[in-house]
């Protein structure tokens, strides 16, 4: 992923921040698919009408995370991208309009990260209601 950098490069930092982001994308879109499974083991299960709805609900969700995962991780590797074509060492316009699509980037990946997780909070305090009521096993 990150590639032909020189290590003395005043921007590498950056590249190297933005790549940990991408696998934290990555971790969030694996710990989606669990989540997505562990959903589609209990669906089969689920009597309750109310109960089958918030499933579904619950599904939309993940699917969404799907797609907004898909599309940070693209912006993210563009960002990479855009900071290992800078060849000069000066401050330019370019390199403060990149330091500012960092900042939005960091504040994005944030907003994911605590979206994320209260989605598998709801969700798994969903499925240990249901456990209660013994809809599922």
Known sequence: MVKNIR????????????????????????????????????MDDITNSENLALAEHFQNQFIVKDDVYDHMKHDLQRHIEKWSQQTSMEESIQVQSLKKIHARLKEQLDYIERDHS?????????????STVAEIN
């Open 118 to 130: 209260i989605l598998r909070k709801d969700y798994n305090t969903y499925l240990i209601s249901l």
């Open 7 to 42: 290590v003395g490069s005043k921007w590498t930092q950056y590249i190297f921040e933005t790549s940990s982001w991408v696998r934290l994308i990555d971790f969030l879109h694996q710990e989606n698919s669990f989540l997505k499974t562990r959903l589609s083991e209990v």
